[in-house]
């Protein structure tokens, strides 16, 4: 297990070399210029070549990202060119809400995720026929429309939850569970369907196996063949599927954070392409690939600890 954990990290570098490589270069590509951007359209040549000179951007694109690197790998990744603060600064007061965001979804998608597939595997063809249509749905069915809708129902209708805004948890751990409810929710309803509907199948499978009918022969309680012995059977399956749809996750995650008013990385991401913003796209980037190869090393030991052959293989 530990070995394979080592083998992911060892990965991760040229993972994030290439990631941050293919932001950087890719702002070449982005028509308009930065300095100008800033400067504005009355700004005087010799002002916005000041500007440029600057920002470095009167430098060759490779000497750019060499020192860009240097000072990446020492925790600076530069400056925003909008405000000028500091954007490994800026990134860590906002990697929390991400990170609040993602973990929680993960884990609700997968505690109700796995309950539905377990009880539409032993229900009848009601049961299965209303799992596949919610499954349908969730693939279907975008995130923000999901987060509309519980905006509509549970801010507009009823007044239960807030529609906007983030609390922190040191501020108020009520008001950080409430201003992430609907997020999170809204977030988990495809996770939910996807991990239902594999959950569903590898379950059904299982009860039908030797060893489940040998546990049955044997005395051996069906809560215990369920919940012992089936569950743990199908968890490396289930947390697979987790971890290959965690890109997807992120991906919807700065919808909802827009949605939401979250400031989290997804809108820093938003607000910092709208103006431009290089090193704020450059640094999300890499933190997203960080949170990716984190969020994927944690699954990889939750399946070292439930089913050590399944790492060893």
């Not at 199908?234 to 971890?243: A, C, D, E, F, R």
């Amino acid at each position: 297990m530990w070995r394979t954990s080592g083998m992911r990290i060892v990965q991760a570098v040229p993972l994030l070399l290439f990631v941050s490589a293919l932001t950087f270069f890719l702002q070449l590509f982005i028509p308009g210029d930065a300095a100008r951007s800033i400067g504005g359209l009355t700004a005087s040549p010799e002002s916005i070549a000041a500007l440029r000179h600057r920002l470095h951007l009167d430098q060759p694109v490779w000497e750019r990202y060499w020192a860009w690197l240097q000072d990446a790998v020492h925790g600076d990744l530069g400056s925003s060119i909008s405000s000028n603060e500091s954007v490994a600064g800026s990134l860590n007061t906002r990697l929390g809400v991400t990170l609040s965001l993602v973990i929680a979804t993960t884990l609700l998608a997968l505690l109700i995720g796995v309950v539905l597939g377990m009880a539409s595997a032993r229900g009848g063809r009601t049961t299965r026929l209303a799992a596949d249509s919610a499954s349908i749905a969730g693939m279907t069915i975008p995130a923000f429309w999901v987060g509309l809708l519980g905006i509509w129902i549970f801010n507009t209708q009823f007044g239960l939850l807030p529609a906007n805004g983030y609390v922190f948890f040191g501020e108020s751990a009520g008001g950080w569970l409430r201003s992430l409810l609907l997020p999170v929710a809204a977030l988990a309803f495809a996770l939910v369907t996807v991990i239902a509907k594999q959950t569903r199948e590898q379950f059904a499978d299982v009860l039908n196996r030797d060893f489940v009918r040998n546990l049955r022969a044997n005395g051996v309680s069906e809560r215990s063949i369920l919940f012992k012995h089936s569950l743990r059977h199908i968890s490396v399956t289930v947390l697979t599927v987790s971890g290959n749809n965690l890109i997807g996750l992120l991906g919807s995650a700065v919808v909802i954070e827009e949605l939401f008013g979250l400031p989290g990385l997804g809108s820093a991401a938003v607000t910092a392409a709208s103006s431009g913003d290089i090193p704020v796209i450059q640094g999300v980037a890499v933190y997203f690939t960080l949170i990716v190869v984190g969020l994927n090393l944690l699954l990889d030991l939750a399946i070292g600890w439930l089913n050590p052959q399944a790492v060893a293989a």
